[in-house]
């Protein structure tokens, strides 16, 4: 054995502890890496107006992603929190007529018979309140570190970035050409999960939002997210929000307007995904079928929780990369 040599299995041990190590903050450092790559010609811009103070624009960079992405994001939490409490509230009714009419009803949330508030939990159960409160300081310190990964993950690969693949190219226990087309479709994955995916379903959302603003449907903005997160679902995403909606109004005696938002419906938000879709995939097409990324999504958040979302696609489409490396190598 030479002097620098390193038994392989000593080297498989310690990159799986250190995979490990990282695992609970992986999804933040993918979403750190995607969302750096979208923010590179805002800082290679700011750079050269800078004369190359390369830490400065990319500390100016991340602060302005900061600025619009963070009220987003408490925008978002406060609107799946309202989402949450109204499929909550349909799930109370026992009948398809009075959940359809509780959807487009101005009434207050029907509660489940033996509900129980959140102050009323935590008084009845005496010792079991101070590890309730843990529980929820303990998550809310989790997400507040997840963030401080991703800031600090995107300011980290503005500046090195770059030098850190080249590394990853050298060392990686396979080929360059490998390496890269692993890459490519790294990138491509997060682009088509940003653009063709969540940038389709965000405009059928605002757009169907703004219908049922209209229309003085209770709850829009929260009936508005779910469909733009239903709209992944092939053919009749859109559809399984809009359309209760259309039969409730009708059912409360609004029957032109129910008419109205399934001619709506039919035409304007379900055509938006054949017609944003298409120019929004330029941007980032992610080459999976949407099937497959839908079960992708619901399967890996079944087994990791809500970060399944990212993983799920991430891993089908390596997944397909990989069979397509080893056939081309197998032919060659």
Partial sequence: MKDCEIPRAWVI???IAAGLLMAPFAGWIILAVWLSGLARPLHNRL????????????????????LVFVPLGVVAALLVVDAVALV???????????VLIQLVSKDAPVKP??????TQLVLSQGDRAWGIIKMVVASAAQILVGLVVLVAGIYAMLIDGGRWYKWIEQNAPMPQKAVRRFAEAFNETGHGLMFGIAGAGLLQGIVATIAFLVLGVPQAFALGL????????PI???????APIAVGLA???????????????????????NLARPWLTRRGKLQLPGFVVLVAMFGAVELVGGWGILFGPLVVR???????VRREAATA
Avoid: P
């Fill in 13 to 15: 041990v310690v990159v």
């Fill in 318 to 324: 390596l997944a397909k990369e990989a069979l397509e």
């Fill in 226 to 233: 779910l469909t733009a997160i239903l709209s992944i679902v």
């Fill in 236 to 242: 009749v995403g859109t559809a399984l929000v809009w």
């Fill in 88 to 98: 909550e509230k349909l799930l109370a009714s026992k009948q398809v007529h009075a």
């Fill in 251 to 273: 059912l409360t005696g609004r029957v032109y307007e129910g008419v109205g938002l399934a001619i709506f419906g039919m035409t304007v938000i379900g055509s938006i995904d």
């Fill in 47 to 66: 750079t050269r107006r800078l004369r190359g103070h390369v830490h400065l624009a990319a500390a100016i960079t991340v602060c302005l992603m900061m």
């Fill in 113 to 118: 018979r033996g509900h129980i508030s959140l």
